[in-house]
């Protein structure tokens, strides 16, 4: 378990890290989300004691990490895949980081099985692909058997097949009793992955849920219509309560109103209805509406 209580973390007159606080529990992925310049990577850092904070506190099963000795075997973390001697082979890197922790060299062999690097462990890590350097990384997170892990961007570079493997990986982590934290900004990746969702924009705790409420946060479903007078669909809605709005094409894109009332209204005044679909809220679309404040470079309109 990983809790942080109160967490602040200020660079002169740069506050990265504001009051945060939250609680990642075993058994669960738990997604860490923001914007670009949030705080995720400070937090994740203070975490493993990389970073002290100002003030507050983070523990790991209970203090602090840097009170675990042989931290390897108490938490797994890939922060940045980058972050390696290109001259090492693969089983070299992974060698020095077993000894340094007294984990048994036979671990070593195992962990890049896992992570499909076998044929590579003898090759520099320099020669690797993006994708090999995340794989070589998970394996580093992975090779003390912790119970505690911290993924930090996991699936750059990651191919399809790395990605599902990488999903897979998670889910078997969490399912084994493992506190699993992973922040990302692949937000269709973790609709599939995460149980749990920690969002921070500027600093600060911007939600705490379940995927599911985290959606259920957004503006709701949205309606897909079509119809050969729409002018006369808009008139008919907005008297409801309906936000309606063009989508192209000829189609309207309608929210406040459900489904079913519109094909009621619409066969009331015999308007033809040639499509109506409902759409519910994506976890991309709930996270852009409730960070939409927090962004700290917004992109303008193109022109």
Known sequence: MIEVNGLTKRYGATTAVNDLTFTVHPGRVTGFLGPNGAGKSTTLRMV???????????????????????????????????????????????????????????????????????????????????????????????????????????????????????????????????????????????EHTADQLVVIGRGELIADRSLAEFAGRGAGPTVSVRTPDPAALTGLLAPEGASVRPAGDGALTVTGLAAARIAELAFERRLLLTELATHAVSLEQAFMELTADSVEYPAGEPR
């Open 48 to 190: 493993l004691g990389l970073n002290a904070p100002t003030s507050g506190s983070v523990t790991v099963n209970g203090q602090p990490f840097r009170g675990h000795p042989r931290g390897l075997r108490h938490v797994g973390a890939l922060l940045d895949a980058g972050d390696v001697h290109g001259g090492r082979s693969a089983a070299a890197h992974l060698a020095v980081l077993a000894r340094s922790n007294a984990i048994p060299r036979g671990r070593v062999a195992e962990v890049l099985r896992e992570v499909g690097l076998a044929e590579a462990a003898r090759r520099r890590i320099g020669g690797f692909s993006l994708g090999m350097k995340q794989r070589l990384g998970i394996a580093a997170a992975l090779l003390g058997d912790p119970p505690v892990l911290l993924f930090d961007e996991p699936l750059n570079g990651l191919d399809p097949e790395g990605v599902l493997w990488v999903r897979g990986l998670f889910r078997r982590l969490a399912a084994e009793g493992r506190t699993v934290l992973v922040s990302s900004h692949m937000m269709r990746e973790m």
